[in-house]
């Protein structure tokens, strides 16, 4: 039998506030949404809206290109 733990889903404006805080200057933040592998995180498990996952998306893109952060986990 699957073990089904279920998260606590975040409220708009919870998702609002994090939102606003996705840059691709702020690096603690951004780490939070990439795995261990490097690989950027699905938003079934960010819990982002569609709009607020392709601007991270974009903000992890931009900090690899200027190699603020590595495109893989060596």
């Given at each position: 039998m699957r073990n089904l733990?279920?998260?606590r889903r975040l409220?708009?404006?919870q998702i609002e506030e994090l939102?606003?805080?996705?840059?691709y200057?702020?690096?603690s933040f951004i780490r939070q949404y990439i795995t261990?592998?490097?690989k950027i995180r699905p938003r079934r498990t960010t819990?982002?809206?569609a709009k607020g996952q392709r601007?991270?998306?974009i903000a992890i893109k931009r900090a690899r290109q200027l190699a603020l952060?590595?495109?893989a986990v060596q």
């Amino acid at each position: 039998m699957r073990n089904l733990r279920r998260r606590r889903r975040l409220t708009k404006e919870q998702i609002e506030e994090l939102e606003r805080q996705i840059d691709y200057k702020n690096l603690s933040f951004i780490r939070q949404y990439i795995t261990d592998t490097g690989k950027i995180r699905p938003r079934r498990t960010t819990y982002l809206s569609a709009k607020g996952q392709r601007k991270l998306d974009i903000a992890i893109k931009r900090a690899r290109q200027l190699a603020l952060i590595p495109f893989a986990v060596q």
